[in-house]
């Protein structure tokens, strides 16, 4: 029977990045690799699976709004996207867990596919060309999640362009003021960044209520409880004592 000695780090040794991939991590690169060496051998590829909202509205190729999210234009858009998705979405899934990480993921692309096609109707210029262009990248899931770290660690500097350090909050304001921008002029060079904004408000709008727990039925259950032991404490003059109502806390 033999024995293993433990092994030490060196003083200088250091890690890079936020850690290595989960499977769901692996699994969601993995299926965006695949399909950018499709579309690469059978670019027409790109155009079916790639988000069209005036097929979307027109033809109901609803597939679209998932698809879309796993088409690249090129090396570089999938490099900067995998990228960003493994150094923001590592921490996140390892405080949220797979299943919330994954659910998230999927919510804030869908969601900021849903609300381009929507914008892609309104009179403006820049967001009415939209309705005829072909709109690919995980891009929105991505700006979702880097709202989500900004959120969930607003202190922690991020590196603009790899030189300025900025505490990410700052970083998520300044990019999310890029992207309303650059969606409301013609400046945009081709990037659907009314996407980008897209996977920002549903991100938002998602983690906000996911944190308040917004379930109507919940909620009447909840105040007819109360309402119940409200009238169970006056029939037996039953009254809370001490400086704190401990009633109002709730238990998440």
Request: hydrophobic share 45%; glycine share 10%; net charge positive.
């Amino acid at each position: 029977m033999s024995r293993s000695t433990p092994r030490y780090r060196s003083p200088s040794s250091f890690s890079f990045g936020p850690g290595p991939l989960s499977l769901a991590l692996k699994a969601i690169i993995g299926v965006n690799v695949v399909m950018f060496l499709a579309t690469t051998f059978k670019p027409e590829l790109q155009l079916h699976l790639g988000l069209v909202p005036q097929w979307v509205l027109r033809d109901l190729r609803v597939y679209q709004l998932v698809t879309y999210m796993f088409i690249h234009a090129g090396i570089w858009h999938i490099v900067f996207n995998m990228l960003a998705l493994w150094m923001f979405g590592t921490e996140l899934e390892r405080i949220w867990g797979t299943r919330f990480f994954l659910k998230f993921y999927f919510v804030t692309g869908i969601g900021a596919g849903c609300l381009t096609v929507l914008l892609s109707l309104l009179p403006i210029g820049p967001l009415r060309q939209l309705y005829g262009s072909d709109i690919i990248g995980a891009s929105g899931a991505v700006y979702g999640l880097l709202l989500a770290y900004g959120m969930s660690f607003p202190n922690r500097p991020i590196y603009m362009y790899l030189v300025f350090p900025i505490p990410a909050r700052i970083f998520v304001l300044i990019m999310g003021a890029i992207a309303f921008y650059t969606s409301l002029s013609d400046s945009g060079g081709g990037v659907a960044n009314a996407t980008h904004l897209g996977g920002l408000l549903v991100a938002y709008l998602y983690l906000k209520g996911s944190r308040l727990r917004l379930n109507p039925w919940a909620e009447v259950k909840y105040r007819y409880i109360k309402w119940k032991i409200n009238r169970v404490r006056k029939k037996f003059d039953v009254y809370s004592g001490g400086k704190n109502d401990e009633w109002n806390r709730r238990v998440h």
